[in-house]
């Protein structure tokens, strides 16, 4: 189980990987704030994500 878990992750999009409850989590925040999430990657593995402001330019 782990490594189709695993296989997966390298092959699909990080929104795609998300549990549903923290897509639904991430897409109310947005509707609530109007902020952007933006995703990070740590040493190819650990995700995290962040909220800006749309006007915040990286």
């Known amino acids: 189980m ?3 878990v695993d296989k997966a992750r ?3 999009s990080i929104s795609a990987v998300l549990e549903p409850l923290v897509r639904r ?3 109310k925040h947005k ?3 109007g902020q952007v999430v933006r995703f990070y990657k ?3 593995s650990e ?3 962040y909220f800006i402001n749309p006007e915040v330019k990286e």
């Open 2 to 4: 782990r490594s189709i």
């Open 10 to 12: 390298k092959s699909t």
């Open 25 to 27: 989590l991430i897409e």
């Open 31 to 33: 509707n609530k704030t």
């Open 42 to 44: 740590i040493d190819k």
């Open 47 to 49: 995700v995290f994500f």
